[in-house]
């Protein structure tokens, strides 16, 4: 019986019951073979009857202690499962305490860098006095300088990256815009090749070598449309000899004078 014990440190009843069953039902066996030996078969036949009944109790002995086999057995799991836990938690406080005496031993031995914060007077304009944590050169206090700084700094490099967005947009639409620009170049240049006809109709250019002095001079006073149509006129006159008559008809001088005077209208500012 030594070893059958409950998780409280007592023995467990029904395991007891069944090895005494055990050990009632051996000791009947015993007296039935000594009977068979003695040749009383009348008092083995009473003890088997006797050894029936108490293999009925074993049995129900051994089912109790099946069942009470069982339980311990799940509630040593359920201990095992919590045992685990704990030592789990306790593994991970064991951790958090070595990360802790890490960490406050790096702050005991920091000797401290000297960082550009805002000034008192600064903090102490921007923050009410009842958030700066204290009064000036108190732990509090100081926290709070940093805190603000910390805040501060935090806002200017999102400025900073949303500047840098904004700037990477504007790049992409720029070049978006040249690509455009460039690719109606082609296009421009097309437009002013297919327009040098109706330019040089409408340009003054050299007079014809056929029209006499008088003639060239008053040709050249002559406003851009009336100097295209009269030199159209004047080479089909040349071309078909007749037909058609160009001519410039007026005073000269007067002529002269009225474009100098719209030319010193155009360069007054």
């Keep these: 019986e030594e070893g059958l014990y409950d998780g409280g440190g007592g023995t467990v009843p029904e395991l007891t019951s069944f090895l005494s069953a055990t ?35 074993v049995k129900a002995a051994h089912r109790g202690a099946h069942d009470a086999a069982e339980e311990l057995l799940q509630r040593a799991e359920d201990e095992r499962l919590r045992t685990d836990a704990v030592s789990q938690q306790l593994q991970n406080l064991q951790y958090q305490k070595h990360h802790l005496n890490k960490e406050l031993h790096v702050c005991l031995t920091y000797q401290g860098t ?38 501060k700094r935090e806002d200017q490099v999102k400025a900073f990256k949303s500047q840098r967005i904004r700037k990477t947009l504007f790049e992409q639409k720029l070049a978006s815009q040249r690509k455009f620009l460039d690719s109606i170049h082609g296009h421009l240049d097309s437009i002013a090749k297919a327009a040098e006809p109706l330019l040089k109709e409408f340009t003054k250019g050299e007079a014809a070598p056929s029209l006499e002095g008088g003639d060239v001079a ?16 004047f080479a089909y006159q040349e071309a078909f000899d007749g037909g058609v008559q160009a001519a410039i008809d007026g005073d000269l001088k007067e002529a002269e004078a009225f474009q100098k005077e719209m030319m010193h209208v155009q360069d007054t500012p």
């Design 114 to 151: 000297q960082i550009d914060v805002i000034s008192e007077a600064e903090f102490e304009a921007a923050v009410p006095e009842a958030d700066r944590g204290g009064p000036r050169g108190s732990h509090g206090y100081e926290l709070g300088r940093l805190t603000f700084e910390m805040q």
């Design 218 to 233: 008053a040709a050249s006073l002559l406003p851009a449309p009336l100097y295209a149509i009269y030199m159209q006129a």
């Design 23 to 57: 050990a009632d039902l051996q000791a009947l066996a015993d007296k039935i073979l000594s009977s068979k030996r003695a040749g009383d078969n009348g008092a083995a036949k009473a003890l088997v009857k006797e050894g029936m009944v108490q293999l009925c109790a």
